[in-house]
């Protein structure tokens, strides 16, 4: 029996923060009512960052504009004090600035405001196992971003580092897969492996190079030209 986000038996811890009262409520109401369980919620920077480390949830449905502290700083500092902490920022706002930004704070997905009840749902299981979850039209703008990112001169190498430690070939294998852009469970169905395999392979490929995050892990794949392999 393959691992896959059905098989989860308990439901998915989630906290919501929009400074907004009534929407703040109305989707901590909505994820509650559909199964999901809603340890906190919060309506500024300086609360989330205290409520999420006290609440301890699996996703954190955050609002980019908030009194106090920004939803990027908010961000950076749960996913730093709790890296297994995914984050769906849920925002009014389409820039293509916020969007990037959010991304290399650390979030793991970004829904506009617009979206259902339904896709809203459906993007916070999908996060919840790390999978990246964007609004149509954002995935491009991200994966762009990251090819820009890996074009740049990158700085020069100490010497004093040591080589890169050696990654096995399944975990090359799903390393330039990440690089194309593929979510987890695409990578899991391609693969044919469990959608848990392709977490603990991609967490395994993240220690072994001391990167952070999916944004860190892809630009280093894209560097070495695994994405055109």
Request: glycine fraction near 8%; proline fraction near 6%.
């Amino acid at each position: 029996m393959t691992d896959t986000t059905e098989d989860r038996r308990d439901p998915i811890k989630v906290m919501v923060v929009d400074d907004h009262p009534m929407w703040r409520d109305a989707v901590a109401r909505d994820l509650s009512e559909s199964g999901f369980e809603v340890v906190a919620t919060a309506g500024d920077g300086d609360q989330a960052v205290r409520r999420a480390k006290a609440a301890a949830p699996d996703v954190l449905v955050l609002d980019l504009n908030l009194p106090g502290k920004p939803g990027v700083q908010v961000c950076k500092e749960v996913v730093g004090e709790n890296p297994a902490l995914r984050v769906l920022v849920l925002s009014a706002s389409g820039e293509h600035a916020d969007v990037l930004e959010a991304v290399k704070s650390g979030a793991t997905g970004y829904l506009l405001k617009s979206a259902s009840t339904g896709e809203l749902q459906d993007a916070v299981r999908r996060t919840a196992v790390g999978d990246p979850v964007f609004t149509p039209g954002l995935a491009g703008l991200v994966l762009g971003e990251y090819r820009r990112l890996a074009s740049e001169p990158a700085p020069a190498p100490d010497t004093d580092e040591p080589k890169a430690p050696r990654l096995t070939d399944r975990e090359t294998e799903v390393l330039r897969l990440v690089a194309k852009g593929l979510s987890y469970k695409q990578i899991a169905e391609r693969l044919v492996i469990s959608h848990r395999t392709v977490q603990n392979h991609v967490q395994n490929t993240l220690g072994k190079l001391q990167l952070h995050n999916r944004v860190e892990l892809v630009r280093y794949a894209i560097e070495r030209g695994l994405d055109d392999e």
